[in-house]
């Protein structure tokens, strides 16, 4: 009789992993209001514990023994610091800058304000057991949940905007100006929130040996080809992300520093892109269906959508309120802030490697991540549907460029 291998198990795991979501996004055709990066995102989550192996426990631990599980995080990790690594280069600080006024306002309110809610729902979850992380203290919880509602996923945001044909536009260039600047402070505040004083040390040196380490991999990829800077930026990929999982950083801060320090113009922007939509369509699946195998139902279902719902309220209306105070200020035309304010609010990707970050540091437990999960799929889900009608209304908006 014919024992089934690792091997065999590994890819009946990559076939459901590709098939199920696939099928899904065709046959229900939920393009419109999720995209087939959503749908990964949620299938991710039933082929998980909670669902499928809820309904077919012996298949599924047929299917997802250790040593596959072990195998599929492995290409999760990489997949994932690609990923964080091309958001790291597609930040345009420059842009930035010359609109610096208009932007700091912006990306302050939109950052800050939802920052907030999240934070009162993070201390009203500190009411009830099992949500808070056995390694966390009271402040990295309710501030890592809080910025967990404050996240704009940037990589989706420009996935969803070229579904709707604003990516180009002068208005989907502010919206990214803005994001690039909150995807910096997300960054830091997560390395505040991961600084470890028994490591300190580490960390410091970390921070002086990358400065010098950036300093030369700038001088070194400017006398370099295309085609070489390519290959070399992996390199330096596994580099930063080796040398901040050492100094307790971890490994997806490295991948973010190690694509912040380089500049988006070393590379072809139609080939940068075409990177990024092979990674999404190629490998990121394997990381929702290691996303979905943490997800964790023991509260019980109502207890768990529960939060997610509290936290979906939080962070959607914190953003808006936000964005809404930013126009004011700003004087923008009637509506813009609305439209600026839900395409901001999509969280998806970046905010799930967040909460998997807080989850690995067991800052937060398997429930919370498994509320924070469905509240990203929610809130990017509301995306398309509440910005198409508005752009439709006011098509004047999309050629203003401040």
């Known amino acids: 009789m014919h024992t089934i291998s690792t091997t065999e198990l590994f890819l009946i795991a990559m076939l ?12 229900a055709r939920t393009d419109y209001y999720a995209p087939l990066v959503v749908v990964q995102i949620i299938a991710g989550i039933l082929l998980g514990p909670g669902v499928l192996g809820a309904a077919f426990p012996d298949y599924y631990a047929f299917v997802f023994t250790p040593a596959v599980i072990q195998s599929l995080n492995g290409v999760a990790w990489w997949a994932v610091m690609l990923f964080v690594m091309i958001a790291g280069v597609e930040l345009d600080l420059k842009k930035a800058w010359e609109h610096r006024r208009e932007s700091s306002i912006t990306a302050g309110l939109a950052l800050g304000s939802p920052l907030l809610f999240g934070c009162v729902a993070a201390v009203g979850m500190l009411a009830f ?40 536009q002068p208005i989907g260039q502010r ?83 190690a694509g912040a320090v380089m500049d988006a ?30 997800t964790n139902w023991d509260m019980g279902g109502i207890a768990v959508f529960g939060a997610a719902a509290v936290l979906l309220v939080a962070s959607v209306s914190g953003k808006l309120a936000g964005i809404h105070l930013a126009g004011r200020i700003l004087k923008w035309e009637k509506g813009e802030a609305s439209i600026i304010g839900w395409l901001l609010q999509t969280k998806a990707l970046i905010m799930i490697i967040f909460v998997n970050i807080l989850l690995d540091k067991h800052i937060i437990t398997s429930e919370t991540f498994t509320a924070l999960l469905l509240m990203a799929v929610a809130s990017t889900m509301l995306t398309v549907p509440m910005v198409y009608p508005k752009l439709q209304k006011l098509k004047s908006l999309i050629s203003r460029s401040s």
């Open 265 to 294: 113009d070393w590379f072809d922007q139609e080939k940068m892109d075409m990177l990024r939509h092979h990674v999404l369509m190629v490998i990121m699946p394997v990381f929702f269906l290691s996303t979905g195998l943490r």
């Open 175 to 257: 919206i990214l100006r803005y994001a690039s600047l909150d995807d910096i402070a997300i960054w830091g505040v997560l390395a505040i929130i991961l600084l470890d004083w028994t490591r300190v040390g580490r960390q410091a040196a970390f921070l002086v040996v990358f400065a010098v380490a950036t300093y030369l991999f700038r001088k070194l990829m400017r006398s370099l080809q295309q085609r070489d800077r390519w290959y070399v930026s992996l390199i330096w990929l596994a580099a930063c992300g080796l040398a901040a999982d050492w100094a307790g950083l971890h490994y997806m801060v490295g991948a973010f520093l």
């Open 16 to 27: 459901l992993i590709f098939s199920v979501p696939y099928l899904i996004w065709r046959v």
């Open 129 to 168: 057991d099992g949500w808070i992380g056995r390694e966390a203290h009271t402040w990295q919880f309710i501030l890592g949940v809080g910025m967990a509602c404050a996240v704009t996923a940037l990589p989706i945001l420009i996935l969803l905007m070229e579904k709707l044909d604003v990516l180009r």
